[in-house]
């Protein structure tokens, strides 16, 4: 299941940079890196044993991916209010 919900949070993550990268408006770039971030959390659950105690640099990447799509929201929402 974590492993499905990595290649999800990755596919999610390119597509919106792709757009990103057509477009230029912001809120898509930090919010596909954000989706990238989520990715690299999820693979760090497959890969690293839970008695190696990275809790919290996992937490960590869950942290910053959540604070960028705050920041990504915030961005867009100012943004529209002054056009």
């Known amino acids: 299941m974590v492993s499905a919900l990595a290649v999800e949070s990755s596919f999610i993550g390119l597509l919106l940079l792709s757009r990103w990268m057509g477009s230029g408006e912001r809120f898509l770039?930090?919010?596909g890196i954000a989706f990238c971030i989520m990715a690299c959390n999820w693979i760090?659950?497959?890969t690293l044993s839970p008695a190696l105690e990275f809790g919290h640099l996992q937490s960590l990447l869950r942290i910053?991916?959540?604070t960028l799509v705050i920041v990504g929201?915030?961005?867009g929402s100012r943004r529209r209010k002054g056009s």
């Open 64 to 66: 910053l991916a959540f």
């Open 44 to 46: 760090c659950l497959i």
């Open 73 to 75: 929201l915030v961005c």
């Open 29 to 31: 770039g930090i919010l």
